[in-house]
């Protein structure tokens, strides 16, 4: 019982930063008022949006970036292919609507775009508290004698 609880508590959380593919074509994004489509540039999300961050990859030439297979000579002397996210230029960005997106682009071309909805703000309950009541010391009776 404690194992599938503590399952479920961890897809839970792990779906909560989940970040979503869009099609920014059929999606509402806006940067400063200009809406986000497949043909908005890298340079346009820099001059629009807020927190821009470009990661731009470096594609291994050979030289220091070449890897030497273990047990190999000159001959296995190699460049490591990468898988395709690694060779994408990545630009991490919020929109108007502060919305966090990772969109990714090949040789300056749109290729995929990556949303976490903003975290609605928490609103506060309206609490009220009843006025302090006047307490009045009462002492019980004294016998007497």
Not at 47 to 56: D, L, R, S
Not at 87 to 98: G, H, I, Q, R, T
Request: glycine share 4%; with cysteine.
């Amino acid at each position: 019982m404690k194992k599938l609880l503590m399952t479920l508590l961890t897809c839970a959380v792990a779906s909560s930063f989940a970040m979503t593919t869009v099609n920014l074509d059929t999606s509402n994004y806006h940067c400063n008022g200009t809406k986000l489509t497949s043909q908005t540039t890298i340079t346009s999300i820099q001059n629009n949006c807020h927190n821009v961050k470009v990661i731009v990859h470096a594609e291994p030439t050979g030289g220091m970036y070449a890897d030497r297979e273990p047990g190999g000579g000159a001959q296995m002397t190699m460049i490591t292919p990468t898988d395709d996210d690694t060779m994408l230029d990545k630009v991490e960005f919020y929109s108007d609507k502060n919305t966090y997106l990772i969109c990714y682009y090949k040789n300056n071309k749109y290729v995929k775009c990556k949303a976490k909805p903003a975290k609605k703000p928490a609103v506060a309950k309206a609490t009220t508290s009843a006025p302090a009541a006047a307490t009045t010391a009462t002492s019980a009776p004294v016998a007497s004698k």
